[in-house]
């Protein structure tokens, strides 16, 4: 049998406002080429996550030369590049810098999206005047993505103080009662701040994504 | 000892836009009684949340007619009359009528917030037609609430239909593998849909605030 | 000791209509050899599951040229061809191209039954048109094979739209609160869609023995 | 809030060969009071599924007289009372007599669906003799059900020594290590007897919807 | 067969420094009965945690007069009135005032143990000025005890504050995705704030414990 | 439909050396009367378990005259009067006074199986000395069950200070991280101790006939 | 630091009959030598479990010379050579030949404490015949040992079949919802089948010493 | 992207009384670097934990050469050495020699915060006079850290024998129903044995750090 039978969602952009990313983990290399082959035939790009740099090693060099591989968040923009920036800016802040390929894969799919953002790492709440001296900057942000992985209490903290729409990333940071990440999911989503959002555990395209819907409501509000 | 001890958070709304919430289950009478004797002599309102009939009618008369209470949403509106709904509209989409007491909660909770919203039940995706049906309708809302249990099948087929922001409320109805209203939790979370976001089981107000926390992003850009 | 001692079910077909398969993983090179030994000297032959290249390259030439091994689906045929297909089809379905493998172990164990496939990829939820294009044809098909990993929304979906045969099969497909194909699995067996039935994560030979049994029923019944 | 919005599935059974039941846990009076009002409007019958017996007394006499409830089942026909049952006949086995609720709901399902049925209880594989005295006469049936909780360990057995359809109904017996049907529901998925396939843990109502879809098939190919 | 069949552990604060406690859930009131008069002819006090009032209400005159029992800690002391509490003072910090069974639990059991407290309650993480108004009096008590529910935030904030010996007790509070309390355990164990230490959930007597072996500690010191 | 279907396994007695009993829990008042009014018609007794007191108020006086009913074990000896108790003696050992409902249990089914008993309580590892006391008595029987929740630390203990064959019955007691008998069932299976088997939790039948099944092969020894 | 510290238990077969065994996963080769040293100074022999081949490639030669190594169980008996096998034998039945390495680590820490096994291998249940061919032959043991993974279908089976002490040794065999052996964990102890015993996933050695139990005390009866 | 930005929390000292540690697993060597290279900057030490010698091997023959590396406890001493260590004497006890890596990084970081460590290793219950032998030294400390795996039964039998504060360490040592060193978790939270605190699985820093807020509450009190 074959398995580079594939087909492309490439009406996603009409329906929801972005397109289709193809997540590489999963996938052989022969169903990643039949993919770049479809989108230079098609003239099309496309983000590619979790794309290992073994993998883009063993891509042609026809491939490798329309890729722009990031290997700390293991993503790629292939056969497009995309345009500058625009406002409004998503607040990215992480509670340690082991949470970095996460906050990095957020930034990358935004850039991809067109999308400001700025990043503020190292805010966990062990330290928590770090955190406090960051808070009137966070308070500006109307969307924010917020990853934190062990016991995830970073959340629940800016919760209490920020306005903007906030998107928990939990990480799979730390070991043993962290169970890989489904603490920091946990103790988000039974948060007594009120109005968290959680995606999945490592999900930073998906939190990109969802703070991308919320920029494009308010978008279409100021537009 | 007594348990009257109580510390409300009357400066919430100047930092995160809302108000807190009182949530019922787990406290005393005495300390619910403590509580809207605080609120009268403050002259302020509350929003209570997962108020029985049974605690209502054990209160004195004097707060029971300061109370405006729901007992599907199992909500009260104490000593406070919410004003006129404004826009925008959030969208309040449910896969069945078991799932209508989590509804209320969210429509109720806007209501206190003065945030409009419409209801659209009963498009579970064993009958897709009926969500195919609305469809169109859904697409023009900035915010959905998509409250679902059992499989949770529900906001993974929204999410690819529609731009605005989604938040989806998982629901405890359903049986076995349902596991109480995790599977829909975790199915939302795992979705291939880009951009989810959930919040906890049953949390109809969690979601409103998050609804919330969006539709003032948006009212802030269109202002 | 020696791990040799294997007892063969050369019974089995005629109590439940096909025979015994070996399962690869957890025997060892020395296992596998008394298996083919024996089969060889009966004249039987066996499908063989969850093979590995790298174990077929350790074989004696002997028993690699009586073999028909595919490396997607990990599936050999042993000292057997199989005969052409035969109908009724069974359709079988993928949300996404990363279920591939598992595809592949259904069709190549319907092949060895000597009982006709028709593939449908790349059908998930979140571009529902995809799935919708393919619904005719899909409720042509008396049994249908429904693979999906992640949220496992595709079976609850389908399960509304066809009348044949269901039986799901969740894969492993996804990280985090895909928790291993559990949440698919959940899903399939808390769907509001009526008739599911559900086989072991990952398990493409489950899926097509219970396939082939449906199969065997209607030949009986067509008879 | 009212709760009484509902919105019936009526061509659910041009889709797939048998109508929407209404499962009544988790759904107010209000509610069911609705829908029955609905269908006596629109001249229809409905199956109701776990209906409790306190629940009936509380309806209106006019929708009890057109209500046949069953106590052991939790189940109803409303408006509707089935016509005869057809060939070809479904096995419906339990290990133990605490299974009969399952058993029982099995039945009356396939009772509405005007299918005939033949119930083998008592058979659990701690008495194997019980077992082996019926297995001639279970390997006539083209589909069977197999209720079993605590260990789950009878469809194991039975999956290898009969050849039809196999539809395993884990149920909630047991205590402690039986984890309220989970391991039974395993045991059955991780069941190295082949071709089993499994519904959710106390899913009499899905069971029979499964056996039921098996039925039609082999109805269309005797046709 | 009886089950009056009891031995104390009479030696118990030779050993260790405190005495035993009756635990009395699980216990029937013949053993409960049967323990209390022992202790009357041994001329003993107990404290006993875990009893409800209807069980007072149901032992003879003769006991309930020996009893000092408080219904919010579900504590009693029994024939014997603990002395004044002595230095040093233990802190006990909770988030929320739905967390005062469990805050009662500790004082009444340090009361016991003649042993000074200091309650600061309703100083969860979501309204954070509420907990840095506290914190230069958090600081001065060389040991406290935390409890928190939900997603346990508030030891590891108060963690990175304060250098006194921190006892993390998880409590029930909450539903859902807080998991019975399990959330708020995995939080305080996988917390990057260093040197907490946890106990079970909703012990409030065993937190007391750990807290008066930190107290005995000190006290031998300053001795 | 009726539930009173039952298939009584008379014959086990000769295969496995003891007859069947009935697990009452999960079973109907119709179906226990049916069971009952076979064995009076067969001549034969049986025991009960997990029958409580109300089930038994319900029964027909000439059903309940032939009832030997023990409240705290909830174990009844119907139609049958055991015989005196025979040697070698079984030692039931249990951690705390909590644990008496399954000690009970285990000495009533042992009672039935006609075979000597002798308890030892409240001997939990918390007070060592009361465990040390007995070490010589409990080194000298041949068989021992060993009740314990909670931490289940007491069968490791043991398991390191005797020669006999050591089950252990994990029980419920406790609350929290004991999750309902599942921490003392993992310690059991996890400890160091050499050669401990393990029952279901709070299964004290379970465990009577496991020592049951030793006694039988040492009486065949010494016969 | 160094790791060398060793305390052997040198006095455990005075007290439980048979000596502590090394269970070598998790100890550094430093720490093997140093109990290796520790045994020859002493003139004592020990039996090493979970000990792999690459282990023992990298000890000294004289350490070595004095192992008598058995891949398949990964166990290890050295400085002492056990004596022949006693009476009574130990039936040590599998359910498939994936167990053949636990099979082998219970037969060979039984060779060790001299004890005779005789085995029977690939005897699942979903080939039931194949398991009735042996009953005979199983009943005659006073002792067995039953591995089984996946569903963990066969000690049910046989415990209702033979009359000897049953030792369930559930093993890690299977994918998916096998769970890595808690499925046939659970369902052995859930099982209907009465006086089943059980030990951890794996745990050959522990079924092992189980038997040895047993053994003893037959041994002392026969006397 | 770059993943080199980093905050250190240089006052963390003056809050709680010790100093920040590093946790090397999950960060980059870029990371380390970075923060190693401000550390020389600012003159500081720092204490690195979980740092694998084939890190250390690609650091910079500069940074090396400030380290004190020990490859059991997976620790460094950063660019600073610790003076000598103070009373009182921290008691660190071990249930078996697996357990050294964990006792380890108890000691080394105990040594960083210059206080005095006594190890009891190989005391495990299963030969329960190790530990009796030991009992009057062990009741001496003020302060002591408890490492043990498996069934976690060490801490209870402790608990029972010595007033000291106790820190139960519980480790992953084990394989089934040990569960990554959840039973140890479990089993130290459900304990009796009263006042036992706990920290997360295999986290000695946390143990240590724990330890040392105590010891430091003592020598404040001493004075």
């Known amino acids: 049998m074959t ?29 990643l080429t039949e ?18 740099a073994d993998v883009v090693d063993r891509m042609t060099p ?15 923009f292939f056969n497009r590049v995309p345009g500058p920036a625009q406002a409004p800016t998503v607040g ?16 990358r799919t935004l850039s991809w999206f067109e999308t400001a953002t700025e990043t503020v790492v190292d805010v966990g709440v062990a330290g928590l005047w770090r955190l406090l001296d960051q808070v009137e900057r966070l308070r500006t942000f109307p969307v924010l993505v917020v990853a934190a992985g062990m016991d995830g209490a970073l959340p629940s903290v800016l919760g209490g103080l920020v306005p ?44 990109a994504c969802a703070a991308f819907r919320a920029v494009q409501a308010v978008r279409r509000a100021s537009g």
Chains 1, 2, 3, 4, 5, 6, 7, 8 share one sequence.
Not at 12 to 29: I, P, Q
Not at 62 to 76: P, V
Not at 175 to 195: D, F, K, M
């Open 164 to 207: 903007g729409v906030l998107i928990c990333l939990p990480t799979s940071t730390g070991y043993g009662a962290a169970r890989g990440g489904e603490t920091a999911l946990h103790a988000a989503l039974a948060s007594c701040a009120p109005g968290l959002t959680v995606v999945n555990i490592d999900n930073g395209y998906g939190a």
């Open 35 to 52: 993919i770049m082959n479809r989108l230079v035939d098609a003239g099309r790009g496309m983000l590619m996550t979790r794309l290992d």
């Open 62 to 76: 026809g491939h490798r030369e329309r890729l722009d591989h990031d290997a700390l968040s293991r993503t790629a």
């Open 3 to 31: 398995d580079r039978e594939v087909r492309l969602d490439l009406g996603r952009t009409d329906r929801v406002g972005f397109d289709e990313a193809v997540l590489c983990t999963g996938k052989s290399d022969a169903q």
């Open 92 to 107: 990215v802040v992480a509670a340690g810098s082991s949470d970095m390929p996460q906050v990095a894969e957020v930034v």
